[in-house]
């Protein structure tokens, strides 16, 4: 009697396994096509970032929330992409080593600038110490390219914070 129940068992076992790869599959895909460059020119800088924090929602890690405020003001595609891998990196320490439970995002749009804050309640680490890795060091030569001003904020126990208060360019050819 066991034996014949065996199969039965098996091909839930089976099931599950099946939907976790489909799964795994298809956030491999979702994150792919943020790579490209293409997509983030297609979908802007708001959803593309939208778009992530809905990626972190699903995997259910932990509780993703987004909030953009003001009047969307014009940014070269260029400039936006910095901007997204910037925060992308961000995110991506955030999965790898945070253990948090709750990320924010939040986007404001000001007459002069966009400012960019990304949080989350994790474990934090103690920047006096930690040298910078290489995605830090990105993230700080992104922000210098794009005359931004940038922090970066940490405490054990607190969390991390990202900042970057993006100057739009005055020069009214670029935002053409």
Known sequence: MTLLKAPE???AQLTD???VVSDTVQEVRNLS???NNDVINKN???RSLQIEIERFNRLGFLEATFQVNGEEEYISSEHEILIFRMYQEFLSNVMKHSKADKLSVTLN???KNLEIIAEDNGVGFDTSKKTESSGLQTI???AVLLLAEYSLTSEIGKGTRLSLIYPYPDDTDERL
């Open 9 to 11: 068992a098996l091909k």
């Open 17 to 19: 396994i099946k939907s």
């Open 33 to 35: 096509k943020t790579l």
């Open 44 to 46: 802007g800088l708001v």
């Open 109 to 111: 749009y000001s007459d």
């Open 140 to 142: 700080k030569g992104r």
